[in-house]
């Protein structure tokens, strides 16, 4: 009896160890290398496995922003809810083996901006983003553009393929006026003639506009 004790006693605190050990554990000894595993890299990290905060967070050399972090677990996977304080919020809920990615209630405003076009606002309302091994499986939300470019503020509608992700864009009696794609390392800006107030005709590229923009000119 004494024996059975003696080994009950043993795993619980051999377990309690662990959990401390866990629970104290610098949260960037945990989640630098999964994360650099799918390109994204930050310049330093502060908290657990609780709440935290991400300083200069990258994806694939792309400067996002700082992130702060506060996690909750579930039998199904770690649920994440991040903000920047400034453009987003979001709630990512993690596979434990990390394959399955559920990115939702998600909100997004923030002005862009290069020396040859006016500010384009950009906000997005995401309601679910589904990736599997980082490539997406699916993607259900609405943005919505303005800028004194456009005649009026345009709706979109969000779509992916693995790695891409699209806008299309319509107005208010939902004529089809555009599309912005992006890879993360461009942005692709098409916008038909008709979208246009006539008084910035000379950003006309073809009859609309057509362009290529590096994403890091557009965060800068």
Same mark, same amino acid.
């Given at each position: 009896?004494?024996?059975?004790?003696?080994? *009950? #006693?043993?795993?619980?605190?051999?377990?309690?160890?662990?959990?401390?050990?866990? #629970?104290?554990?610098?949260? +960037?000894?945990?989640?630098?290398?999964?994360?650099?595993?799918?390109?994204?890299?930050?310049?330093? %990290?502060?908290? +657990?496995?609780?709440?935290?905060?991400?300083? $200069?967070?990258?994806?694939?050399?792309? *400067?996002?922003? $700082?992130?702060?972090?506060?996690?909750?677990?579930?039998?199904?996977?770690?649920? &994440?809810?991040?903000?920047?304080?400034?453009?987003?919020?979001?709630?990512?809920?993690?596979? /434990?083996?990390?394959?399955?990615?559920?990115?939702?209630?998600?909100?997004?405003?923030?002005? #862009?901006?290069?020396? /040859?076009?006016?500010? =384009? +606002?950009?906000? &997005?309302?995401?309601?679910?983003?589904?990736?599997?091994?980082?490539?997406?499986?699916?993607?259900?939300?609405? %943005?919505?553009?303005?800028?004194?470019?456009?005649? @009026?503020?345009?709706?979109? @509608?969000?779509?992916?393929?693995?790695?891409?992700?699209?806008?299309?864009?319509?107005?208010?009696?939902?004529?089809?006026?555009? !599309?912005?794609?992006?890879?993360?390392?461009?942005?692709?800006?098409?916008?038909?003639?008709?979208?246009?107030? @006539? $008084? !910035?005709? =000379?950003?006309?590229? +073809?009859?609309? =506009?057509?362009?290529?923009?590096?994403?890091?000119?557009?965060?800068?």
């Amino acid at each position: 009896m004494k024996l059975l004790l003696k080994i *009950l #006693f043993s795993i619980f605190a051999l377990l309690v160890i662990f959990l401390v050990v866990i #629970f104290f554990t610098p949260i +960037n000894l945990i989640v630098k290398a999964p994360l650099q595993s799918y390109g994204i890299s930050y310049e330093n %990290a502060k908290g +657990n496995i609780f709440s935290g905060d991400f300083r $200069n967070v990258k994806l694939a050399n792309l *400067l996002i922003s $700082n992130i702060n972090y506060r996690n909750s677990y579930s039998h199904v996977g770690l649920k &994440t809810n991040i903000t920047d304080g400034f453009y987003f919020t979001s709630t990512i809920l993690t596979s /434990f083996d990390l394959r399955k990615i559920t990115v939702s209630n998600t909100k997004y405003s923030r002005d #862009f901006k290069l020396s /040859f076009i006016p500010v =384009i +606002n950009i906000e &997005t309302e995401l309601e679910e983003l589904i990736l599997k091994d980082f490539k997406c499986m699916g993607i259900n939300g609405d %943005a919505y553009i303005k800028s004194r470019i456009f005649k @009026e503020r345009l709706i979109g @509608e969000l779509s992916c393929t693995d790695d891409s992700y699209k806008i299309i864009l319509f107005d208010r009696k939902y004529n089809q006026l555009g !599309l912005i794609t992006t890879d993360f390392n461009y942005i692709y800006l098409n916008i038909k003639e008709s979208a246009l107030n @006539e $008084n !910035l005709s =000379i950003l006309n590229i +073809n009859g609309g =506009i057509n362009l290529k923009i590096p994403v890091k000119d557009l965060l800068e």
